[in-house]
DNA sequence: CATCTTGCTTCTCTTATAGTAGCGGTGTTT
DNA sequence: AAACACCGCTACTATAAGAGAAGCAAGATG
């Protein structure tokens, strides 16, 4: 599959607006959770594999790739590496985290 | 699949925290995009099928199935509609809209 | 009664992802 | 030099998720 820009259709939308693009891109397995491993700085290709719990390599070469073309990471000597834009991504979506708290309670299921 | 919740394993994540409950029920075909159609107001099965190019009934079933499971939707007379808990996430995910557009000037394709 | 819309279900086919094995390169230790 | 340990991958098969078309039961409308 390829991989989804801003600028030309993504699935599900032949607007090609950035917004789509993004949803098509983060609406991948393992898309977002790699991008909030690397929040906490560089990790080897074996590294993020094993703290995605042992996810298979084939996929998290081609995820890679696609973030790479995306420029939100990149490959740096101490390994992979979010770059200034995936880092703010990354900020805008730290919020989600005190969200997913209250979400957990709204649940029930309150750890 | 059965829908990730927060408390409990989910893809990749034997821990249960709720931020990677959430990444892996956001991190699923339209399920985000879903989310962001009904932020303008409540949508019928069939309107939010055509407002996402078509998508498969199966899948959107599934999907809707899955956001109820959650409580970020719900079904009102008027169709389906965010519940107040996924109104909040939506507003978490808004600053997305913003950087989305720096993205796509980053990536050469300013619209 | 006939016709429309709505919320699905069922089916088959294709694509995405999982899971295992292993390669070629580099660096370090013996 | 040989052995080992790591690295970023690639190639393969198997399964699960999603696409796409058809259609059905229920309710409203004519």
Redesign the interface.
Known sequence: MTTP????PS????SGQ??????DL????????LL?ELRSGPKSFRTLQEA??G?SPSVLNTRLKDLRK??LIENQPQGYALTS?GD??MK??D???D??????T??G?S?
Chains 1, 2 share one sequence.
């Open positions: 820009l801003p600028g030309r699935r599900g939308s032949n950035p917004i789509m693009a993004l949803f983060l609406g991948r397995r393992w898309t977002m959770r909030w995605c719990g996810m995306s420029l834009l703010h991504l805008k979506l919020p989600l985290r969200w997913s708290e209250d979400w957990s709204a649940l299921k750890d």
